[in-house]
């Protein structure tokens, strides 16, 4: 099984970036947990980080056909691009949404998730660890 997690905008500042809502952890921290999460349940996995949606927009097309899942974090993203939804919705690789902080607490602009309407399934406010339950739910989703 391989699965490709996708961070967007401002996620390799992780530690640097309002650490009062994102921790103070830094971002190849967060991509350690992954990779022994990973591991520890026999799953491949490749990282896209990128602050420029096309980039984003191409990662998750040139997934499909390699990629059985993806776990995939927008971030500012994730409240305005039909353009990831739709690649989202045309490569129809199970996805589960992944947001550090928990959006449903913060600004109401942040209440609206086009990547999410796409998604599997969506983890919100589990900071790094919201990752490692979404690559042991695809893991028992893909093998059913």
Same mark, same amino acid.
């Given at each position: 099984?391989?699965?490709?997690?996708?961070?967007?905008?401002?996620?390799?500042?992780?530690?640097?970036?309002? =650490? &009062?809502? %994102?921790?103070?952890?830094?971002?190849?921290? @967060?991509? $350690? !947990?992954?990779?022994? #999460?990973?591991? /520890?349940?026999?799953?491949?996995?490749?990282?896209?980080?990128?602050?420029?949606?096309?980039?984003?927009?191409?990662?998750?097309?040139?997934?499909?056909?390699?990629?059985?899942?993806?776990?995939?974090? =927008? &971030?500012? %993203?994730?409240?305005?691009?039909?353009?990831? @939804?739709? $690649? !989202?919705?045309?490569? #129809?690789?199970? /996805?589960?949404?992944?947001?550090?902080?928990?959006?449903?607490?913060?600004?109401?602009?942040?209440?609206?998730?086009?990547?999410?309407?796409?998604?599997?399934?969506?983890?919100?406010?589990?900071?790094?660890?919201?990752?490692?339950?979404?690559?042991?739910?695809?893991?028992?989703?893909?093998?059913?």
């Amino acid at each position: 099984m391989k699965l490709l997690v996708i961070n967007g905008p401002n996620l390799n500042l992780l530690g640097l970036r309002e =650490p &009062a809502i %994102y921790g103070s952890q830094n971002y190849e921290s @967060l991509l $350690a !947990l992954i990779r022994t #999460a990973c591991d /520890a349940e026999g799953i491949e996995v490749g990282f896209v980080q990128s602050n420029h949606e096309g980039t984003i927009v191409d990662a998750i097309q040139a997934a499909y056909g390699v990629y059985d899942g993806i776990v995939i974090n =927008p &971030a500012a %993203y994730t409240h305005t691009s039909i353009a990831i @939804l739709d $690649a !989202l919705k045309a490569v #129809a690789i199970p /996805a589960v949404e992944v947001h550090i902080s928990d959006v449903d607490s913060r600004e109401p602009f942040r209440q609206v998730s086009y990547a999410g309407m796409a998604c599997v399934k969506t983890y919100k406010g589990l900071g790094f660890q919201g990752y490692v339950e979404a690559v042991k739910f695809l893991k028992d989703y893909l093998s059913k």
